[in-house]
């Protein structure tokens, strides 16, 4: 069965101090990753993805995101947080005979402190 | 792009009641369509999808319907809401290698 995994409920960082957002997964088959982030009482807004091709993927608003199949992991990083960055942030997969159905990670909370 | 309108915003319904939501979704044709619950601010359970007009499928045995009346139309439905129905509905569209989502809609059930 796909899951997600988001070990971390919660990550504090300084504003312009480098943040992580840690996400693992498990699927049958080449895996979809997928990262939302949810601003309160808002939809989900994508920002970024990995299909194939290069393992670090760029995204909106400077995030990154490095697939490492080794480890199963596909952790969102951003060099220099800002105060706005706080949010909800969602990892997801899907695979390709899943129907584009996304599993999600059970969210990770993000706080910039100024 | 794609634009995907969810209505009402907020919704606050007794027990028992019935339930209609709404998604519809501009810029693209055939989507495959999805509603989403998210319970406690968390975390996000597949509810239904669709591949087409018509076509249902239920990730979860509940209290809820789907349906799609037409291509960019998906409607989520209740004959009789619980207390358990409440969350934050999020309808989405698009395929395998991507998907958005519309604004939800909060639903309340007293």
């Known amino acids: 069965a796909q899951s997600v995994a988001q070990p971390e409920d919660q990550v504090n960082v300084a504003e312009g101090n480098p943040l992580t957002v840690k996400c693992t997964y498990s699927?049958?088959?080449?895996?979809?990753l997928f990262w939302y982030v949810q601003y309160p009482n808002r939809g989900l807004q994508f920002l970024l993805k990995?299909?194939?091709?290069?393992?670090l993927v760029k995204g909106s608003y400077g995030f990154e995101a490095e697939f490492n199949k080794s480890q199963t992991s596909f952790h969102l990083k951003k060099p220099s947080a800002l105060v706005s960055d706080s949010a909800l942030y969602f990892c997801?997969?899907?695979?390709?005979?899943?129907?584009?159905?996304?599993?999600f990670g059970q969210g990770t909370e993000l706080s910039v402190k100024p | 792009s794609q634009t995907i309108h969810q209505w009402p915003a907020t919704l606050v319904q007794p027990v028992g009641s019935p339930l209609s939501l709404e998604c519809t979704v501009e810029g693209t044709s055939n989507p495959n369509l999805y509603w989403y619950r998210q319970a406690a601010g968390r975390g996000l359970q597949l509810l239904f999808y669709?591949?087409?007009?018509?076509?249902i499928s239920s990730e979860v045995p509940q209290n809820l319907s789907a349906s799609r009346p037409q291509d960019r139309q998906f409607i989520l439905s209740s004959k009789k809401l619980l207390l358990s129905d409440s969350g934050f509905y999020l309808c989405?569209?698009?395929?395998?290698?991507?998907?958005?989502f519309g604004p939800g809609t909060r639903l309340t059930v007293t």
């Open positions: 699927v049958s088959g080449n895996p979809y």
């Open positions: 989405g569209a698009g395929g395998v290698y991507e998907q958005y």
């Open positions: 669709s591949v087409g007009i018509g076509q």
């Open positions: 990995y299909i194939t091709g290069d393992n």
């Open positions: 997801a997969v899907s695979a390709y005979n899943q129907g584009g159905k996304l599993i």
